[in-house]
């Protein structure tokens, strides 16, 4: 606490007279001209009881707040109920979802902040697995210290993390030999990270779809046996390019543009709508219900459903890029861009063309050191698309993030709205 603290008034210290942080205060000094007005933790509490009197809530009762991450417009509120907690808790440490035991050692790496940690520190302690918090410690030397140090075995976070977390591996030759599972959300996994830790560390990568809205869990890339009947190489092939299956207590649909639910042949894409215990129905201090009168809340996403109860993202539909009437994938040509060496962060957005409407903008963030050409890029792209696909531009500069580590796309989108090609 006094770290963190100290942390702050050094923040705000050039716009202050005077500042000493408050656990250095007398009594005195905090009367004196510019101190900071304040009182030390340990005589705040002195006075309470040692015991905690736990109260008693009512299960619909709300539990948490969490903000959605604002990739697309303004962070919305979402009240989680105690009820939707533990129940969407139960279901995360199921064998079709994270499958924890006592004898897991689990370290989220999301913002306890944004959905709550994606319900991990609920799922572990019910199913009797230790905890391990990384804290705003998530550069590469310090998650190794811990899942080296704590013995994780299960960890989660979004594709950036992990982006630098392999590469510091590779720059230090290390491996993280405790580690059994690695859960990521937030975006697709790029293929070439899922290769990584397997071939590379043995590592087993499972793809997560969730939203704040869905406290987060929606669905997770499980194996199942008819997956494992058609082997392993295919098998990794669906889990590594599908964001997940069906999990008990969730119910997605997904519909065309005329209104009708789509086949599960996993081709035909549409609308994906969720429903289920732990879904929103209405935005906090929002009037209107943010779910349909039958339950199900839009998600934003394009995406398809197939045999296997396998669902597969294929764009926001703010993200999509619409060419000459065609749809153009942005997460498709990131996952592929980002494969290329030398790319740290790779990012797609639609920006104006005279004839076509809108073409495929590629902005790329390099590792350290990395040398990359446009033309390189293009290259590397060319036998991995369809040529129409193929980015009229590829730029290189800082692709910003959000708080929580997704791609900021308004602010990518601001910054190249004057991007004309063609």
Request: charge should be negative.
């Amino acid at each position: 606490f006094e770290r963190n603290f100290q942390a702050l008034v050094e923040r705000i210290a050039p716009q202050l007279t005077t500042v000493k942080t408050f656990i250095m205060l007398s009594d005195a000094e905090r009367t004196l001209p510019g101190a900071v007005g304040a009182i030390s933790y340990e005589t705040l509490i002195e006075g309470e009881p040692d015991a905690m009197a736990w109260p008693s809530f009512d299960e619909n009762a709300g539990a948490f707040l969490c903000y959605t991450s604002g990739t697309t417009g303004d962070p919305k509120g979402v009240l989680y109920s105690h009820r939707a907690v533990v129940l969407h808790a139960m279901a995360g440490g199921l064998n079709s979802a994270f499958g924890f035991t006592p004898f897991d050692v689990v370290m989220p790496c999301s913002s306890l902040y944004h959905a709550t940690a994606w319900g991990l520190p609920f799922s572990a302690p019910i199913c009797g697995a230790k905890l391990v918090l990384p804290a705003d410690k998530m550069d590469g030397a310090s998650l190794h210290q811990l899942i080296d140090g704590e013995g994780v075995t299960f960890t989660g976070g979004v594709p950036t993390i992990w982006t630098m977390y392999l590469d510091w591996l590779d720059r230090n030759g290390l491996r993280p030999d405790s580690l059994k599972k690695v859960v990521i959300g937030g975006s697709a996994v790029p293929r070439a990270m899922a290769e990584t830790f397997k071939r590379r560390y043995g590592v087993q990568t499972l793809q997560i779809w969730g939203m704040t809205e869905t406290c987060p869990i929606g669905v997770v890339a499980t194996p199942t046996p008819a997956l494992a009947a058609l082997g392993e190489e295919a098998m990794d092939e669906a889990i590594w390019t599908r964001q997940g299956r069906l999990q008990f207590g969730i119910e997605l649909k997904v519909e065309t543009e005329d209104g009708q639910a789509a086949p599960w042949d996993g081709e035909t894409s549409g609308a994906l709508l969720v429903r289920g215990p732990w879904v929103v129905k209405r935005y906090f201090r929002k009037e209107a219900d943010a779910a349909r009168e039958d339950g199900f809340f839009d998600t934003g996403d394009i995406a398809t459903l197939d045999a296997n109860g396998f669902m597969r993202i294929t764009d926001r539909q703010k993200d999509v890029i619409k060419s000459g009437g065609e749809w153009i994938s942005s997460i498709d040509l990131e996952n592929v861009a980002v494969g290329c060496p030398g790319v740290k962060i790779a990012a797609v957005i639609g920006v104006p063309h005279p004839k076509w409407e809108e073409r495929p903008l590629l902005v790329i963030e390099t590792h350290e050191g990395a040398k990359l050409s446009k033309a390189a890029v293009l290259d590397y792209l060319a036998p991995r698309i369809v040529k129409w696909w193929t980015p009229d531009d590829v730029v290189f500069a800082a692709v910003p993030l959000t708080a929580t580590g997704k791609i900021d796309k308004k602010v990518l989108r601001q910054a190249w709205k004057d991007h004309l090609i063609g």
